[in-house]
């Protein structure tokens, strides 16, 4: 292949091992080498190119210009038969936080699961599985969100000595090995909400099948974190 394209590879590459290992950006915008945004009417394929659409779906969300894309009737028609999302998001139950709105994208484009705190269990794990391994689908994204009372209540069941009603006690066992001891108050509860989205990045980054995807370039598993203030959507490192 011509040399010429090589400078343009290698970026591609670079921006490619920079979203897996989550150092992409939401909302600022990735490497000034990434490739542009998939053009109208063009899906994502790769993962930067979903990164890059999600940003840009955020951005009009936020300045209140959103599209409320493939909501027509040729594509509900489409849909019937087959479907091609481009991004899988694991986010929390939060009603405050739909996916689909804070990243302005319509039916088809975005295969999402909630569970309150994106706790992992078996049905999160499969469903997320069916989505990269079934679909192909390039990105994963674990999306937590500022003043989650999911990571609240733990935090202060934690202090407290508290034990939580039921089921929820299952959550809160989750995401207590998240909670950030090294801060107090509102501080750590904050603080919590980030360590608890790296934590469930990790954990999925070290299931077989998707590490797989991940080392073959097929997939990257990113966090990032929705400001209920800001409406912006940016990346936790």
């Given at each position: ?66 599209r ?11 849909l ?25 994208q319509?039916l ?57 009603p ?38 999925l980054a070290a ?31």
């Amino acid at each position: 292949m011509n040399s010429d394209h090589e400078p343009h590879r290698t970026a591609r590459r670079s921006v490619l091992r920079a979203a897996v290992t989550g150092t992409a950006v939401l909302g600022t915008g990735l490497a000034v080498a990434a490739p542009a945004a998939a053009a109208p009417g063009k899906r994502p394929t790769t993962a930067e190119e979903a990164l890059r659409e999600l940003a840009a779906g955020n951005r009009r969300w936020r300045t209140y210009r959103e599209r409320h894309p493939d909501e027509t009737y040729a594509v509900r028609q489409a849909l019937t038969t087959e479907q091609h999302p481009f991004a899988l998001v694991l986010s929390c139950i939060d009603s405050r936080v739909a996916p689909e709105l804070v990243f302005d994208q319509g039916l088809g484009d975005l295969m999402v699961v909630r569970s309150a705190g994106q706790v992992l269990d078996e049905a999160v794990l499969g469903s997320l599985a069916y989505g990269v391994l079934e679909l192909g689908i390039p990105l994963l994204m674990v999306l937590g969100h500022q003043s989650c009372g999911a990571v609240k209540a733990t935090v202060q069941a934690d202090e407290s000595g508290e034990q939580l009603p039921a089921h929820i006690q299952y959550l809160a066992d989750q995401i207590s090995p998240a909670i950030d001891r090294t801060k107090s108050g509102d501080a750590r509860i904050d603080s919590t909400i980030d360590a608890n989205i790296r934590l469930i990045r990790s954990r999925l980054a070290a299931e077989p099948d998707l590490a797989a995807k991940v080392d073959s370039g097929s997939l990257a598993i990113v966090g990032a974190r929705y400001e209920l203030t800001t409406q912006r959507v940016h990346q936790v490192s």
